[in-house]
Nanobody
Framework: QVQLVESGGGLVQAGGSLRLSCAAS????????MAWYRQAPGKQRELVAT???????NYLDSVKDRFTISRDAVRNTVYLQMNSLKPEDTAVYYC??????????WGQGTQVTVSS
């Protein structure tokens, strides 16, 4: 069993920044893939960013050059640095980790609200 605890969401003005954290209860060295998703009201959940165990990253086109996904194996934490935030980034953000030996887990979600 693995627990993922997210933090870092909040209310920010357009153009501001937030850093989301996703802390895992187990080592992330055995994670094959790490991702952040988001779900806005009335919309489907969408994939925002991914990072592999080799450090290869991919981003949703609308967040490229503004968001950065990273991981810290010492702290067992995955981050999403979000800069130049826009009102359309408003959503609940979820981390998703695919553990090689334990399966796929989701964080509880953290609300990000960007005011115009």
């Amino acid at each position: 069993q693995v627990q993922l605890v997210e933090s870092g969401g909040g209310l920010v003005q357009a153009g501001g920044s937030l850093r989301l954290s996703c802390a895992a209860s187990r080592s992330i060295l055995s994670v094959d893939g790490m991702a952040w998703y988001r779900q806005a009201p009335g919309k489907q959940r969408e994939l925002v960013a991914t990072i592999t165990s080799a450090g290869i990253t991919n981003y949703l086109d609308s967040v490229k050059d503004r968001f950065t996904i990273s991981r810290d194996a010492v702290r067992n934490t995955v981050y999403l640095q979000m800069n130049s935030l826009k009102p359309e980034d408003t959503a609940v953000y979820y981390c998703n980790l695919d553990f090689r030996d334990f399966g796929t887990y989701w964080g509880q979600g953290t609300q990000v609200t960007v005011s115009s």
